[in-house]
């Protein structure tokens, strides 16, 4: 089975500058989907980016980028020029390929600071 | 368009006592999912349906709670009888497309649930 761990309970940054939030996982799978979600404070969780495995070129997303490491199988998510509207819970989440379900991370208590 | 929606936002019941959650995917997705989080932990996948079919309940913690997809559009999650554990936030989430093949999960804002 597949377990994600996000061992950062909580992360903090000052506005305009670039945080990362880490990310590690479990599995057996040759070729997976990872994912990074983010829940606002009161608000619905969106999709911030994804990634598959098999891609060796790190996503993209404006100025959201991940750091995919699959040797150690390590998804850190960079977000730089940070904004306000950034602070959220973050979580990481994976999925086998074909798979019905995503497994997620404890989840990331991002604050920035203005 | 409108999002997925769902109701009621906080219930808080007695142990014991049932509750029944809603869930409004978004219009044409045909799978659906319900996940739970508890007490700040991870979230943990309940079960999935495509289109009224259950396919995958195996996150379905016991046989208290019922899970049903109505002519494949809107879902109900009911637990009876109610215990002090299953207080949590519900996410219900709905999709195009299964995760396991790049898909991107809509989610709802949550119910939570407090039993006391």
């Known amino acids: 089975a597949q377990t994600v761990t996000q061992s950062q309970p909580e992360m903090s940054v000052q506005e305009a500058e670039t945080v990362t939030l880490s990310c590690t996982y479990d599995?057996?799978?040759?070729?997976?989907?990872l994912f990074w979600y983010k829940q606002p404070p009161s608000r619905q969780m969106i999709l911030v980016i994804r990634q598959e495995a098999y891609k060796q070129q790190n996503a993209t997303e404006n100025r959201f980028s991940v750091n995919f490491q699959k040797a150690a199988k390590s998804f850190s998510l960079k977000i730089s020029d940070s904004q306000l509207g950034d602070a959220a819970m973050y979580f990481c989440?994976?999925?086998?390929?074909?798979?019905?379900?995503?497994?997620f991370g404890q989840g990331t208590r991002l604050t920035i600071n203005p | 368009e409108a999002g997925v929606t769902q109701f009621p936002s906080h219930s808080v019941i007695e142990k014991g006592q049932t509750v029944t959650l809603r869930c409004d995917p978004i219009?044409?997705?045909?799978?659906l999912y319900w996940y739970r989080r508890v007490m700040g932990k991870e979230i943990k996948f309940l079960l999935h349906f495509v289109k009224e079919s259950k396919q995958d309940e195996s996150g379905m913690p016991n046989n208290r709670f019922l899970a049903e997809r109505t002519g494949g559009t809107y879902s109900t999650l009911k637990v009876q009888p109610a215990e002090l554990e299953d207080s949590g936030v519900y996410f219900c989430?709905?999709?195009?497309?299964?995760?396991?093949?790049?898909?991107?999960?809509?989610f709802g804002e949550g119910s939570r649930l407090t039993v006391l």
């Open positions: 989440a994976s999925s086998p390929e074909g798979a019905q379900k995503l497994v």
């Open positions: 599995t057996s799978e040759s070729d997976y989907y």
């Open positions: 219009s044409g997705h045909d799978n």
């Open positions: 989430a709905s999709s195009q497309v299964q995760p396991g093949f790049g898909g991107e999960l809509f």
